[in-house]
């Protein structure tokens, strides 16, 4: 009789350690929430200069001898481009008599394109409007995606070669 509660002792005392053990290890959850902002970064580097010279050169395009690089990032989903437009020109020539234009590399996502900044359409007032034209397609999710910028300018024959002329250019990331 001894041994018959010895052994229900020995079964009981086993299966309440058996029982109990995993109620010593608890366990709880918690949420963990990943907030990301929208990323739109665009960046461009190298200045450019242009010598235009001989006569056979007025009026024709003129490649400059470097290019400028330009550098975007975004996590939009939405369609982006990027677009281009003159917002500064230092020169006391009227517009007319000088054009610039820029060519955008296709690179990895982007597909570029030709947009001019500047034309020898000037604006009944002697200026030209700075108008805002489109450098790339549209595009979406790129991270440190890098665009060769080909520039080119002209000048015709009412162009004064006493003057330097200074254009700043805007590059802007936007929706489509």
């Known amino acids: 009789m001894i041994l018959k509660r010895l052994g229900v002792f020995l079964f009981i005392t086993a299966f309440g350690f058996a029982t109990v053990q995993p109620a010593a290890g608890q366990s709880d959850v918690h949420e963990v929430t990943v907030e990301v902002n929208e990323i739109e970064e ?4 190298g200045n450019l200069s242009f010598e235009i010279g001989p006569a056979n050169e007025l009026d024709e395009w003129v490649s400059a001898d470097e290019t400028a690089t330009l550098t975007t990032t975004t996590n ?8 281009v437009q003159a917002v500064s020109i230092n020169s006391g020539e009227t517009l007319g008599n000088i054009g610039l234009r820029v060519a955008a590399g296709a690179s990895g996502d982007i597909d570029g394109e030709t947009a001019e900044i500047l034309g020898f359409n000037p604006s009944p007032g002697g200026q030209e409007d700075y108008v805002v034209r489109d450098l790339t397609n549209s595009f979406e999710t790129v991270h440190e995606e890098s665009i060769d910028l080909n520039y080119e300018a002209r000048v015709n024959e009412d162009y004064n070669p006493e003057n330097q002329t200074e254009v700043q250019v805007k590059y802007t990331l936007t929706g489509v």
């Open 42 to 45: 665009i960046s461009v580097s």
């Open 76 to 83: 939009v989903h939405s369609g982006r481009k990027i677009t």
